[in-house]
T-cell receptor
Framework: QKEVEQDPGPLSVPEGAIVSLNCTYS??????FMWYRQYSRKGPELLMY????GNKEDGRFTAQVDKSSKYISLFIRDSQPSDSATYLC???????????FGKGTLLTVNP | DVKVTQSSRYLVKRTGEKVFLECVQDMDHENMFWYRQDPGLGLRLIYF???????EKGDIPEGYSVSREKKERFSLILESASTNQTSMYLC?????????????????FGSGTRLTVV
């Protein structure tokens, strides 16, 4: 079993839709959970992060962590064409500075 | 506001050439990483370094070497380029102690180098 599993998609939605992106993981030592957004032909950039369990909201984006299920989610409300990108989940065990990445989900938001 | 700079955006090299990919960061980060990214395979760690002159192999080090002579610079070397090394190469850096504001061990990535070996 891979440490982090992420559905690669592709996912195509109409503008204004609610998008749900998910990752599952197997390492119970993971404490920091991040989402990176990568536009075409660019490097990934940090979008959101959470520590341990719970929700975090930032504008149209909500990151959710359920450590009991080893499941993390990123929700995008009122999706826009500018949200079209690859979204990568990443996680670490805190003192271990190496991140473990999912393979990324390609999202297209159609106008 | 550029923080991690990769020397080339696009590079075309011939099979057998020695290729140098350069990465410079201006955030005084201790850790630096080299990844390659391929469709369907995601990010794969080639090498990383947590200090000057220190290096550790990642998941796919074969055919690559690295050099870190200064804290801000981490170079990836393809000793003899092959067509299966055609890929997007991404450099990243992070603080050993976590981000000053968030405590997070997140990475800052460069824009990537698209290398084609013909």
């Amino acid at each position: 079993q891979k440490e982090v599993e992420q559905d690669p998609g592709p996912l195509s939605v109409p503008e204004g839709a609610i998008v749900s992106l998910n990752c599952t993981y197997s390492n119970s030592a993971f404490q920091y959970f991040m989402w990176y957004r990568q536009y075409s032909r660019k490097g990934p950039e940090l979008l959101m992060y959470t520590y341990s369990s719970g929700n975090k909201e930032d504008g149209r984006f909500t990151a959710q962590v359920d450590k009991s299920s080893k499941y993390i989610s990123l929700f995008i409300r009122d999706s826009q064409p500018s949200d079209s990108a690859t979204y990568l989940c990443a996680m670490s065990g805190g003192s271990n500075y190496k991140l473990t990445f999912g393979k990324g989900t390609l999202l297209t938001v159609n106008p | 506001d550029v923080k991690v700079t990769q020397s080339s955006r696009y590079l075309v090299k011939r099979t057998g050439e020695k290729v140098f990919l350069e990465c410079v960061q201006d955030m005084d980060h201790e850790n630096m990483f080299w990844y390659r990214q391929d469709p369907g395979l995601g990010l794969r760690l080639i090498y990383f370094s947590y200090d000057v002159k220190m290096k550790e192999k990642g998941d796919i080090p074969e055919g690559y070497s690295v050099s870190r002579e200064k804290k801000e610079r981490f170079s990836l070397i393809l000793e003899s380029a092959s067509t299966n090394q055609t890929s997007m190469y991404l450099c990243a850096s992070s603080s050993l102690y976590g981000d000053r504001d968030t405590g997070l061990y997140g990475y800052t990535f460069g824009s990537g180098t698209r290398l084609t070996v013909v």
